[in-house]
């Protein structure tokens, strides 16, 4: 489960910047996950609440926003809408996609007090 290792570098990111700011607690993270990062949002709120514990996280909310995902079809030659990494293009069927969107996990902002 790589949720784990990617909630640990988002908490430890987080403590970086509120500390750096001096605060006394974090409010709240944002991430955006992209559809084809083959990150679970579900295991990733789980995995933050369990590692933020004891530190200046705990309690924190993590607010996810998703990204949509695109690819480019060398078929029909353009980038087309997918859901997930295994989605065929919509237009032609075909599986020569290659992702140009959606593909990333990074932290968007922190809200610290
Ligand atoms: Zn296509």
């Known amino acids: ?62 607010r996810i926003e998703r990204i949509d995902g695109a690819a480019y079809c060398w078929r029909c030659e353009r980038t087309v809408p997918i859901a997930a990494r295994t989605d065929p293009c919509p237009e032609c069927g075909g599986y020569q996609l290659q992702p140009t969107a959606g593909t990333e996990m990074r932290v968007q902002a922190i809200e610290i007090e």
């Open 1 to 62: 489960m790589h949720e784990m290792a990617l909630a640990e570098s988002v908490v430890r990111l987080a403590e970086e910047t509120a500390t750096a700011e001096g605060a006394r607690r974090i409010r709240s993270v944002i991430v955006e996950i992209g559809a084809l990062s083959c990150v679970e949002p579900e295991a990733l709120t789980f995995c933050f609440d369990a590692v933020s514990r004891g530190t200046l996280a705990e309690g924190a909310e993590l």
